[in-house]
């Protein structure tokens, strides 16, 4: 989701100290055999980061005025036509403040409709990457050719630089999870993505200095809110290596993998990268593993080989994007500098043109071969 993810995970998980399966309470963690029990009965998870092409971000695609149901129809219908099943969306705190159960009611109303089409999904609660400065209601317009331009942090910066504030944040998770804690239409909880994403160079200057040791703490309440609710589902938070990269295992690293029932992490390298990450991560846990971002196609993330690659290791697979749209995101990272006029003749992101039809119809035969659509 964030500028030159070139992960080394791999490398670093051998070359750095044993991550400490102590750094939080890890009482109530699922079991390994339990973990491992929900990928047997949910076989091979492949899709998508969704968003539909008329939501510029998070609180444009859930608040009552533009919440387009139409429109997430037809696109999770073109998800299912790729073999898909599973789908990583994102909520927003301020969602819940604004309107607690028109939330929860449009929630009901997007699984009724992602189940109809053959897809389960994750929900996302929390995120630490781009606008730290959220505002609900009217969203801005994208900026044009501009990648991802107007998504939106979730809590915004003046919460996260504000401990004292979090625990007003618990409601919301409860509440989402309460509601639906053993909704069979949900594969998964993702409880906040990319925490300590410093956005650079985007929103550096709006970042707290130490933007790491907050979310930290943030994640660790998050959790143990979430474990309070007990919901059927697994939790998790995924990994990832920001461009500056770690020369160990950071404390929120730690974190994130004592206490997640199956492990995630997302990658956006080309395949050797990906093999040593998988490789490291299934020596370390006797768990499930999923990518829960990859795919972007402007630094060698590629559908073919890598989603051929996961499935052979049935490691769940989720690109980003699926429909062109408001977000903007077939424009490479880069369009926040650099000047783009046009659409890109090699996407970053997304798979499908807004009328329905493939950017790129070998890949498009590619990905319904690996997911068994066409057999």
């Known amino acids: 989701m964030k500028p030159l993810l070139l992960l080394a995970l791999g490398a670093t998980l051998a070359a750095g100290p044993a991550i400490n399966l102590l750094a939080a309470d890890t009482a109530t963690r699922w079991t390994s055999a339990r973990a491992n029990a929900w990928q047997r009965d949910h076989g091979w998870l492949a899709g998508c980061n969704f968003a539909p092409s008329t939501a510029i971000n998070q609180l444009e695609m859930w608040q009552a005025d533009t919440f387009d149901l139409a429109t997430i129809d037809r696109e999770l219908g073109w998800a299912e036509q790729l073999g898909f099943n599973s789908a990583r969306v994102f909520l927003h705190d301020l969602l819940w403040e604004q309107d607690a159960q028109g939330l929860l009611r449009r929630m009901?109303?997007?699984?009724?409709?992602?189940?109809?089409?053959?897809?389960?999904?994750?929900?996302?609660?929390?995120?630490?990457v781009w606008d730290p400065q959220p505002k609900a209601g009217l969203q801005r317009a994208p900026r044009p050719h501009v990648h991802n331009s107007g998504w939106v942090q979730s809590p915004g910066a003046k919460i996260l630089k504000d401990p004292a504030r979090y625990d007003s944040l618990q409601p919301y998770v409860q509440g989402v999870?309460?509601?639906?804690?053993?909704?069979?239409?949900?594969h998964a909880w993702d409880l906040f993505?990319?925490?300590?994403n410093m956005n650079i160079p985007d929103y550096r200057k709006l970042e707290?200095?130490?933007?790491?040791?907050?979310?930290?703490?943030?994640?660790?309440?998050t959790f143990a809110w979430a474990r309070a609710v007990d919901p059927a589902q697994p939790l998790t938070a995924a990994i990832w290596l920001d461009y500056e990269g770690f020369a160990a295992n950071p404390p929120i690293y730690q974190c994130m993998l004592a206490n997640s029932d199956i492990i995630t992490f997302h990658n956006y390298a080309p395949l050797d990268d990906v093999k040593k990450e998988v490789e490291a991560l299934k020596a370390r846990f006797d768990r499930p593993v999923l990518c829960t971002e990859f795919m972007a196609r402007s630094v060698k993330s590629t559908f073919d080989p890598i989603l051929g690659y996961l499935k052979s290791q049935q490691v769940g697979a989720y690109c980003w994007g699926l429909v062109d749209g408001k977000t903007q995101t077939i424009y490479p990272w880069e369009s926040w500098e650099k000047a783009y006029i046009g659409e890109p003749f090699l996407w970053h992101h997304d798979i499908f043109r807004?009328?329905?039809?493939?950017?790129?119809?070998?890949?498009?035969?590619?990905i319904r071969r690996v997911t068994g659509k066409d057999k």
Do not use: C, Q
């Not at 993505?193 to 300590?196: H, R, S, W």
């Not at 707290?208 to 309440?221: G, S």
């Not at 807004?354 to 590619?366: L, M, S, W």
């Open 208 to 221: 707290p200095a130490n933007k790491p040791d907050l979310a930290m703490a943030l994640l660790e309440k």
């Open 354 to 366: 807004r009328d329905g039809t493939p950017y790129n119809a070998k890949e498009f035969a590619y």
């Open 193 to 196: 993505n990319e925490p300590d």
């Open 108 to 128: 009901d109303e997007f699984l009724a409709v992602a189940d109809k089409h053959h897809i389960g999904i994750m929900f996302v609660l929390f995120d630490g």
């Open 177 to 186: 999870l309460r509601r639906f804690k053993d909704d069979r239409r949900i």
